[in-house]
């Protein structure tokens, strides 16, 4: 069991859910808010049952943007947690029975997560679940999963004192403090001669004030000078005052903390008006959705990942595969994390299956259960080999750097991985 004394208080919690969210609604992707089987089927168990409503299925719910301007990165957590529900189930989903996963939109904000995360908890009856996209979102969301002991696992919120929310609060997303330095040493590896930074972040958004913070201190120890620090919000779209204050200190590197839509708009705005420096991302635009948005002008941005589609071992080969025949490019962070979250609830089901038949345990005990096994076990996953901590912070042991190749017509590009 996790130490509560490790838990943030009750304050930190509550002022954590009053921070502003991302409004901004742009055209949404595709979106699909539940699976085929959310309903309850007629012939469905009594309440309490591990089915989740049907009698050859085990529910796990994804919780997720699917819509809001998070959605560019939302989008990409539903297709990993796709591949990864029919790549499991074409393997006997839990020892013979079916995984079905139940998707609900958390939107962009605080309020979206917690309906979600209330209607897979109480009216989907999932085991666990994978979700949500943001950070900010996870402090509002996360202490009603704690609360009804039900286990979560946080595809892509990194920022700090995730874990410590509770008991049942874990993540497949090393933390920012982990993996954001690597993008600074290789911005000093290709130019050596920086020496003066500026920093922009979202002020709005709880993940980009954990990641601004954690860049900050980095460029302070290796003995650079923050020149400038400026903020915006998420919601924003015309940047000229901050990037001009930006470019009046004539920094040699840039560093953003943002989402893919404020971000990429910071970086074609920057680019215009002339900055020719070396530009560093935060996760916030790790994605391929970020191209569409500063086309031509993504080119050369550095960004740290905690994934690469270039990781040999068999489980990543087969999750490779079937993103790149669906989608016809290389998967991404968000997707391989989802899927890996998926993943982690599966092996450990068919562990608990292995001791006790999970059919036969009323919910709550399978939840708790679940909980126990997870934090316990091994995976290997498209992530490289994983497991927890006590606290349900994750054990990863590969990292790398990719920069932005933009294709010749500046519509479509590629993360290229840095050796």
Known sequence: MKNPTARPSALFVTCASLLIACSQTNTPQTSTTASPATSPSPGALPEGSPSGG???TISIGIGVAQTSNVALLGQEQVAGAKIAEKYFN????????RIKLVFQDTGGDEQGTINAFNTLINQDKVVGIVGPTLSQQAFSADPIADRAKIPVLGPSNTAKGIPQIGDYVARV??????????????????????????????????FSKSETETFQTTVKDMGLELATVQKFLTTD??????????????????IISGLAADGGNLIKQLRELGYKGVIIGGN?????????????????????????????????????DAYRAQFKKEPPQFSAQAFTGVQVFVESLKEINAKSKVSQKPLAELRTNLNQQLLSGKYDTPLGEISFTPEGEINQKEFYV?????????????FEFLK
């Open 284 to 320: 916030g635009l790790n994605t391929s959705n970020v191209f569409s948005v500063c086309k031509a002008l993504c080119e050369g941005v550095l960004i740290a990942q905690a994934y690469s589609p270039e990781y040999q071992n068999e489980i990543n080969k087969a999750f490779r």
């Open 173 to 206: 997303s090393a933390p920012v403090a982990v993996v954001a330095p690597n993008a600074v040493k290789a911005a000093l590896k290709q130019n050596p001669n920086i020496k003066k930074v500026a920093v922009f972040f979202a002020q709005n958004d709880a």
């Open 237 to 254: 779209t015309d940047f000229q005052s901050q990037a001009t204050n930006g470019i009046n200190v004539k920094p040699d590197l840039i």
């Open 402 to 414: 990719a920069q932005i190749k933009m294709d010749a017509d500046g519509n479509n590009g590629k």
């Open 90 to 97: 074409d393997k006997g989903g839990v020892d013979g029975t």
């Open 54 to 56: 049907s009698s050859n």
